[in-house]
C-alpha cells in the first residue's frame, strides 16, 4: 500500500481507493485511516444535501452504511464516488422518511377536533351529540379506529401505525364499528 501511496501520480481519488480497499479486511488501523480521509468530504456533502443541524447525523447513520458495506467493496469505481452515493442515498432516506412520517398531534378532544375538520353545510351539532352517543356504545378499539380513518381522517396504514397494529385489524375494527353503528341507528328509527 505504501508505495502507490508515496508514488507523487497517484490522485487523491486513487488514494482513497487504496484505503477503502485496504479497510475492507477490517483492520481498525486501516479502517480508521480511510474514515479519517473522508470524514469531511462526507460532512460537507451531506451538509450540502440537508442542512447544517442534520449533517452530524447523516454523517454518522452513512458511515454505519459504509461500514458495513465496505467488505463488499471491489475497487469498481473510486472509493469517493461509491461513497458519496451512499451519502446522498442516506439523505434521500431521511427526507423520504420525514414525508411519510405522519404529524401526530395530541388531541385530547378528537369530537372538537372533527368537528373542526367538518364542511360546513354538513349535519349540525345534534348530529354529532347523536353521534357520539352512538359512538360511546362502541368497544374502545374499534371506536379508536373508526374515529382516526373516518373522522380524523387518516389513512388505514397511518392509523395502524398510531394503534400499533397491523392494517388489516383496523380496516377490521372500522368495519365493525361502522356495523354496530349503522344496527344502533336502524334501532333508534324503528323506536323513533
Known amino acids: 500500500m505504501s508505495s502507490v501511496i508515496s508514488d507523487p501520480r497517484t490522485t487523491d481519488d486513487q488514494w482513497l481507493t487504496v484505503l477503502a480497499l485496504a479497510a475492507r479486511d477490517g483492520a481498525p488501523a486501516d479502517v480508521e485511516a ?8 462526507v460532512r460537507r456533502f451531506v451538509a ?3 442542512d447544517q443541524q442534520s449533517a452530524e447525523d447523516l454523517t454518522q447513520e452513512t458511515f454505519v452504511r459504509v461500514l ?3 467488505p463488499r467493496f471491489a475497487g469498481r469505481s473510486s472509493a469517493r464516488t461509491w461513497l458519496l452515493s451512499i451519502a446522498r442515498r442516506v439523505v434521500v432516506d431521511r427526507f423520504r422518511a420525514a414525508a411519510a412520517r405522519p404529524v401526530i398531534a395530541e388531541l385530547a378532544d378528537w ?5 373542526r375538520c367538518q364542511p360546513r353545510g354538513l349535519p349540525g351539532s345534534e348530529d354529532g351529540v347523536a353521534l357520539a352517543e352512538l359512538l360511546a356504545r362502541v368497544p ?10 373516518q373522522l380524523v381522517g387518516l389513512p388505514y396504514a397511518e ?5 400499533g397494529c397491523p392494517v ?12 354496530q353503528l349503522r344496527a344502533s341507528v336502524l334501532e333508534a328509527e324503528q323506536v323513533a
Open 34 to 41: 480511510f474514515t479519517r480521509a473522508v470524514y469531511t468530504d
Open 111 to 115: 369530537q372538537t377536533a372533527a368537528e
Open 140 to 149: 374502545r378499539e374499534r371506536r379508536r379506529a373508526f374515529v382516526l380513518t
Open 48 to 50: 450540502y444535501l440537508s
Open 68 to 70: 458495513g458495506s465496505l
Open 168 to 179: 388489516g385489524t383496523v380496516r377490521s375494527r372500522v368495519a365493525r364499528a361502522r356495523d
Open 159 to 163: 392509523a395502524a401505525e398510531l394503534i
